[in-house]
């Protein structure tokens, strides 16, 4: 039996379509943040399974927040407090260090998720393609809400020294956007060199730990010589901590120049790091 070969031939409408290569552009890459408003959702459900997982079968849950500034402080309180009698600038030293360490915590929890948040999602970027900027961003998020848990019992402190915060705590979310900024711009960073190298994500702890005590958490910055004082805010969380005792507590400190110097350092940071990012980017799913 005979087939007509015209009859056998593909139409026009079944024809093979041609094959598109994408390949990934030569030299840096444009930012276009706005490709993540499309994954919205998918930010969205990353940010609350860290969220649950994070408490999943925990003995006392949400506590932890509350627990690991509460203990650190109690040990600053022996240690700096005590024995060494470091000055709080006449506010009650627990009560200092602890308006301290609240954002310095926020900062170090976020760093450590964010820092390796991309090798710890490799079979998701292996799989599917998605802003890659989604994961550390994602990261970072949850750690606001430890921050606000542990803010609940901040006022606590304050009711219980009988100190009223005054009118300059309406200033606190811009010091916590700033701790935000930087702890992601640092994350960001951090993320994209622990995909290329894998010692990233031992080298995280040792850095969050030494920069502790470059930050002015269980001191005052008023310890640092007044010619250094630039120098050292370019640290950008000494911005940050001095900023929310000033709002928290009252206590004076040279806003104009520190914290201006912190707060250009962590958008460069930022800037910095979202184009290394976008740049390395393309080479994620390969190195990963």
């Known amino acids: 039996m005979f087939t007509d070969r015209a009859s056998s031939l593909p139409t026009d409408a079944q024809k093979i379509k041609p094959k598109q290569i994408i390949e990934p552009k030569r030299g840096w890459a444009a930012l276009n943040l706005k490709e993540i408003v499309p994954y919205r959702e998918l930010l969205y459900f990353l940010t609350w399974r860290d969220i649950k997982v994070r408490y999943k079968q925990t003995a006392i849950g949400a506590a932890w927040a509350i627990l690991q500034p509460f203990l650190t402080m109690i040990v600053f309180s022996i240690v700096f407090g005590r024995l060494v009698g470091v000055s709080s600038d006449g506010v009650p030293y627990p009560l200092f260090s602890f308006a301290g360490l609240l954002p310095w915590t926020f900062f170090a929890t976020a760093l450590g998720h964010s820092g390796t948040s991309l090798v710890s999602n490799s079979q998701l970027i292996s799989k599917v393609y998605f802003p890659r900027l989604i994961l550390p961003i994602a990261a970072v998020i949850p750690a606001v809400v430890d921050f606000a848990i542990a803010f609940v019992f901040l006022i606590g402190l304050l009711l219980w020294y009988g100190i009223t915060p ?6 606190l979310p811009l010091f916590l956007l700033l701790a935000f900024v930087t702890v992601l711009g640092v994350g960001i960073w951090l993320s994209a060199l622990d995909v290329k190298y894998r010692d990233i994500r031992y080298l995280i702890p040792f ?23 630039a120098l050292y805010a370019l640290n950008p969380m000494v911005g940050v901590v001095e900023g929310f005792r000033w709002a928290l507590l009252g206590q004076s400190f040279d806003i104009g120049g520190m914290i201006f110097v912190s707060a250009a350092v962590s958008f460069a940071i930022l800037i910095t790091g979202l184009f290394y990012f976008r740049r390395m980017e393309r080479q994620f799913a390969d190195l990963i």
């Not at 005054?166 to 200033?171: G, Q």
């Not at 730990?209 to 007044?226: D, R």
């Open 207 to 229: 850095v969050t730990q030494f920069w502790l005590f470059v930050t002015p958490v269980a001191y005052p910055s008023s310890y640092i010589p007044a010619q250094w004082r």
């Open 166 to 171: 005054s009118a300059t705590i309406v200033t």
